[in-house]
């Protein structure tokens, strides 16, 4: 069985900043990518970033320059650094990981909660 758990939400000031963080745990043979999306209340679920194992990044053309990706393969976690935060970033941020195990399956996180104040 594979978790991923996050943390690392909360309730900010618009231009502040928040760290998350997403760690897979149970048997896992490797990770490969892994991503962060959010979904904001009556609007689909829609990706943020993502990032291989080997560290190629993608992020969505909302968030370019103020998030940043990033991952500890031996810790088998994956990071959201997000700065100059928005209103519109307001929304239920989701982990999710490409997980090679018994079974290869995609993983989701069970969701955190960011708040951006005007």
């Known amino acids: 069985q594979v978790q991923l758990v996050e943390s690392g939400g909360g309730l900010v000031q618009a231009g502040g900043s928040l760290r998350l963080s997403c760690a897979a745990s149970g048997t896992i043979f490797s990770i490969n990518t892994m991503g962060w999306y959010r979904q904001a209340p009556g609007k689909q679920r829609e990706l943020v970033a993502t990032i291989s194992r080997g560290g190629s990044t993608n992020y969505a053309d909302s968030v370019k320059g103020r998030f940043t990706i990033s991952r500890d393969n031996a810790e088998n976690t994956v990071y959201l650094q997000m700065t100059s935060l928005k209103p519109e970033d307001t929304a239920v941020y989701y982990c999710?990981?490409?997980?090679?195990?018994?079974?290869?399956?995609?993983?989701w996180g069970q969701g955190t909660q960011v708040t951006v104040s005007s």
């Open positions: 999710n990981a490409h997980v090679v195990a018994v079974i290869t399956f995609s993983y």
